[in-house]
């Protein structure tokens, strides 16, 4: 079976119905990391721009806390919505459903913050000229790194509450 890298609510069905075997699993886990890794290695991650060293390391530690919160934080959730069998099903769950849930938040989330960052605040600039300090553009780096691990955790539990769903009413039949 092909795996999914852009539906999460096919990769559910199939989780549900059973059709994930583990070859496709392994393939779903490494999509997974390769999806986080490949962009951070391209520099598609932007690095702060501030030559402010005080700020620099304020935004950075804000940031790191923001997503080790969320990890930890996200990762109970996503268990908690895992319902059925959570020994069995929440690791093949989670890993299945982070590829295709990382692909399309990261490229959206990174798409409008270059989007907004560069030809929209260039526009707005004469405007609004603190837009193009480098300090507006490190806050907003910010958001979008710690928000897109947010939406991350919380699409992959809302999709995994539907497999739990999915699976309660199958047992049910």
């Not at 910010?142 to 897109?148: H, I, M, P, R, V």
Request: positive net charge; charged residues 15%; proline residues 4%.
């Amino acid at each position: 079976m092909a795996i999914r890298l852009i539906s999460a609510k096919g990769v559910g069905d199939d989780l549900a119905g059973g059709r994930i075997v583990a070859g496709d699993q392994s393939l779903y886990l490494i999509a997974s990391f390769l999806i986080w890794m490949i962009p951070a290695y391209l520099f598609l991650f932007p690095n702060p721009r501030t030559d402010d060293s005080h700020f620099f390391w304020s935004v950075w530690l804000i940031e790191l806390a923001l997503l080790v919160l969320f990890c930890v934080v996200g990762i109970g959730f996503c268990l908690g919505k895992c319902r059925v069998d959570p020994t069995r099903n929440f690791l093949v769950d989670f890993s299945c459903h982070n590829a295709p849930i990382s692909l399309t938040t990261l490229t959206v989330v990174w798409g409008g913050f270059y989007i907004l960052t560069e030809p929209v605040f260039a526009l707005l600039s004469e405007t609004f000229p603190w837009l193009m300090s480098s300090r507006t553009y490190d806050v907003l780096r910010l958001f979008a790194s710690a928000g897109a691990g947010f939406i991350v955790f919380l699409r992959i539990g809302k999709h995994m509450n539907r497999v739990s769903l999915m699976r309660g009413s199958a047992k049910a039949r």
